[in-house]
């Protein structure tokens, strides 16, 4: 425990977190190197796997692996080092293919070998492909044996309240039964989409709350590599007259995800044939077996909570905004929140910085996160209305022609929705109070360096300096003496 110079009461931490999934563990990972104490609180066991949802960790995001020591564990989880983490684009996934993005595999990006898009990017740290039922463990692993963190699995925090010198969170224990409460400065609602701590604070979320209907499937397909007469790919985006969707490779053996997208008039009728989407989007015949091994029906929305902080109070994630999960904005928008809110809430709790810092969290991620769930939302929709060429999967000249066609299109977009380092981030509003540097994105290769508890602490660190593009042309950390 911890307490306060001016309550007789002690605080049972500096901070509560409400939501044990990888945004709440890492404010909770980055607020233990600065020295504060947590406790979280998620209701699912220890080291229980999620569901396959997110499959794409950001640059932004493995800069912040780098940091607490997890990049390299990170990149050897899910997919085989060797197998590639292209996007490619057919008529299904064993299919004509007509198009590819070429993305480096996790063993190509060590040797620094890898060609694509992203390898050009001045980040320490490129993208990787794993899915987040592989991720998350590694995160839960890690922060359950930090110094500062109390990880309280298996406990549900059933309410909210705050006074003006902390706030008080009610849980049960799912084994025991019996009620209890903690006691911290602040409280982080990373709770998910149904937020109980958003509700408690009275906060709504506006926008479009319907953009598409989606069926995932996760399926165990023995020999399904066998059938493609193409390089391996980590995604596979299905363009036919039958159906669209994707399917995503998740061990790189024969598990993976199918994401099925439903018309509007199937989503009102609920008349879709589930295997025959399967199959169609696979392209197996009916004597093809597969393992079903999880499903789930979804909507994609465009939602933004109207606020994001009440007083001691704040949300991140999908507690305060929810959005199409395309091109890996959803979990790592969530976790750009975190890192802020955890920077703020360090200095103020640590004492170099005014409570008024904390101002900045809503002032930057809210209309950031306006923009960037626009930008989702408007990359679903081109996606989603481009009309399919009448030849798509006829021989001849005129198939050739209407696959290169699609196939140039389908590239674009995909290239122009792939997060790049820091757009999660965002630009903050003219305006508002921001506690963001400006100027140039330095290039650097800096070593695995913990976050500082207090300002200026990274440019007294020995071993690495940073230098400017105008400095050096490779890009490259300069030893410093």
């Given at each position: ?5 001016d309550l ?7 901070v ?11 404010v909770?990972?980055d607020l ?12 699912r066991?220890f080291l229980?796997p ?5 499959n ?12 607490l ?34 993305i ?33 463990p590694?995160i ?16 549900r925090c059933t309410?909210?309240a705050?006074?003006?010198h902390?706030?008080?969170a ?24 149904r ?10 979320l ?11 499937t996760?399926?165990?397909v ?25 399917v ?11 994401h099925?997208y439903?018309?509007?008039e ?6 879709v ?8 989007i696979?392209?197996v ?8 091994l999880?499903?789930?029906?979804w ?8 606020t ?28 750009a ?43 679903l ?22 696959r290169?066609?699609?196939?140039e299109?389908?590239?674009r ?9 820091g757009?999660?981030?965002?630009t ?8 963001r ?22 440019c007294r ?12 042309a ?8």
């Amino acid at each position: 425990m911890t307490r306060s110079p001016d309550l007789p009461e002690p605080y049972d931490a500096d901070v509560v977190i409400v939501g044990g999934g990888p945004v709440g563990l890492l404010v909770a990972a980055d607020l233990d190197a600065r020295g504060v104490s947590t406790i979280v609180l998620e209701d699912r066991p220890f080291l229980e796997p999620p569901n396959v949802k997110c499959n794409h960790v950001s640059a932004r995001t493995m800069e912040a692996m780098r940091r607490l020591g997890l990049a390299d564990v990170v990149r050897s989880a899910g997919l085989p080092a060797d197998h590639p983490q292209d996007v490619a684009f057919r008529t299904s996934a064993t299919g004509i293919e007509f198009g590819r993005i070429p993305i480096p595999s996790a063993a190509a990006r060590r040797r620094g070998d890898g060609a694509g898009p992203d390898t050009s990017w001045e980040t320490p740290e490129p993208p990787h492909r794993v899915n987040q039922r592989y991720l998350e463990p590694i995160i839960e692993r890690h922060v359950a044996a930090l110094p500062h963190v109390d990880l309280r699995n298996d406990t549900r925090c059933t309410g909210v309240a705050q006074d003006e010198h902390g706030v008080t969170a009610t849980l049960r224990d799912s084994t025991s039964g019996p009620e209890s409460t903690v006691r911290a400065r602040y409280l982080v609602g990373a709770d998910g989409g149904r937020s109980l701590v958003r509700k408690s604070i009275g906060a709504r979320l506006h926008g479009d709350p319907v953009l598409q209907h989606v069926q995932s499937t996760c399926v165990r397909v023995p020999g399904l590599a066998e059938q493609v007469d193409a390089d391996p790919a980590w995604g596979v985006y299905v363009f036919n007259p039958r159906r669209q969707g994707h399917v995503y490779a998740i061990d790189g053996r024969d598990v993976f995800l199918v994401h099925t997208y439903l018309t509007p008039e199937e989503a009102a009728h609920g008349s879709v044939d589930r295997d025959r989407a399967v199959r169609d989007i696979l392209g197996v015949d009916d004597d093809v077996a597969y393992e079903v091994l999880s499903k789930e029906d979804w909507v994609a929305r465009r939602l933004v909570a109207d606020t994001f902080r009440d007083r001691r109070v704040f949300l991140a994630g999908d507690a305060a905004h929810l959005w199409v999960p395309y091109g890996g904005y959803g979990m790592n928008a969530g976790i750009a929140d975190g890192l802020n809110l955890a920077w703020l809430l360090g200095a103020v709790v640590t004492g170099w910085a005014d409570e008024s810092v904390l101002d900045a969290y809503a002032a930057e991620r809210q209309p950031i996160t306006d923009q960037v769930s626009r930008l989702a939302m408007g990359h679903l929709r081109k996606i989603r209305d481009t009309d399919l060429p009448a030849h798509l999967e006829s021989a001849g000249a005129a198939g050739e022609a209407a696959r290169r066609e699609l196939g140039e299109l389908a590239y674009r977009l995909k290239c122009s929705s792939s997060p790049r380092p820091g757009s999660t981030s965002g630009t903050p509003t003219p305006g508002r109070p921001s506690s963001r540097r400006t100027g140039t994105r330095p290039t650097t290769r800096w070593a695995a360096t913990p976050p500082r508890r207090s300002p200026g602490a990274a440019c007294r660190t020995s071993g690495w300096a940073t230098a400017s593009p105008s400095t050096t042309a490779s890009g490259r950390g300069t030893r410093s003496s």
